[in-house]
């Protein structure tokens, strides 16, 4: 059999590689630099490049100008919970549509899917007038409700675990006595971990950004990240080391979640790649 023989990259494909990695690191790096200058230094031509001393005061501003603190706290909780709800719940209901065979099955699969070609806006008012007839207005009960299981999710594990789980495993485990949720435990979930990865750090990521919903059913004093980062861009002159100071603190909780769940994303699309 002939051996195929392996080209190493070149020095144009690291060429690439470094030029991608400059444009996509660059913008984070420049929000640092804006950060730690006052709002006069951004007027200057050429303007800085480099990091300024006043990083620390800016943070401080940021933290006494807008309840920054309990901001964080709010989209955490919501975030969080949103996250944990959704991977549960829609990893359930793939293995359902998946793998259980019951009355009714696509039809329902269909009207979920369905949900995810309604525009969000068109249900605002009816969603609110429901939070404040059941007194959840002002509450983060009103943006994480709505939000624990979503059309995507389901269908997003529903395809994944179609091909993930073999039916004979199933079979094998019902054979020694395994229950449903015994066999959803052991063996779904474990084969599940990659694609939850994913759909974990694609909820957590549009939770935490998630702007006009939280900004309508949450008060001016218990608000979540999104909405300080408005208030703080507000104004007849735009302070830009405060906002993207503001940015900058809404985004490292995000690069966190991307490098704790990274290894499960990566590894999810390597265990792809070798069965595809």
Not at 239 to 247: F, H, Q, W
């Amino acid at each position: 059999m002939r051996r195929l023989s392996r080209r190493r990259p070149g020095k144009l494909t690291y060429l690439m590689l470094t030029a991608i990695a400059f444009f996509s690191f660059f913008p984070l790096y420049w929000s640092v630099v804006v950060a730690s200058q006052d709002n006069s230094a951004l007027g200057k031509i050429p303007p800085p490049v480099l990091l300024g001393g006043n990083l620390w005061f800016n943070l401080k501003r940021a933290f006494t100008m807008v309840p920054f603190e309990k901001a964080l706290i709010n989209s955490f909780l919501v975030a969080g919970a949103i996250t944990l709800s959704v991977v549960l719940f829609s990893t359930l209901a793939g293995f359902a549509f998946a793998k259980l065979r019951f009355r009714g099955r696509n039809i329902l699969l269909l009207s979920i899917i369905g949900t995810m070609m309604v525009p969000t806006t068109l249900g605002i008012i009816p969603l609110y007038m429901l939070m404040a007839k059941i007194q959840w207005t002002g509450t983060i009960y009103a943006v994480i409700v709505p939000a624990m299981v979503n059309g995507f999710g389901v269908f997003f594990m529903t395809q994944y675990l179609s091909e993930a789980v073999p039916t004979e495993l199933l079979e094998a485990g019902r054979v020694d006595g395994c229950s449903t949720i015994r066999l959803f435990w052991h063996v779904v979930l474990p084969a599940a971990r990659p694609a939850a990865a994913v759909l974990g750090m694609l909820t957590f990521l549009t939770a935490w950004n998630d702007f006009f919903w939280p900004l309508v059913v949450l008060t001016p004093e218990d608000p979540t990240v999104q909405v300080v980062l408005s208030t703080l861009s507000a104004g007849r002159i735009t302070d830009y080391s405060l906002a993207l100071t503001g940015a900058l603190i809404a985004i490292l909780p995000l690069l966190v979640v991307f490098v704790v769940l990274g290894k499960q994303i990566i590894g999810g699309i390597m265990q792809g790649a070798v069965k595809g």
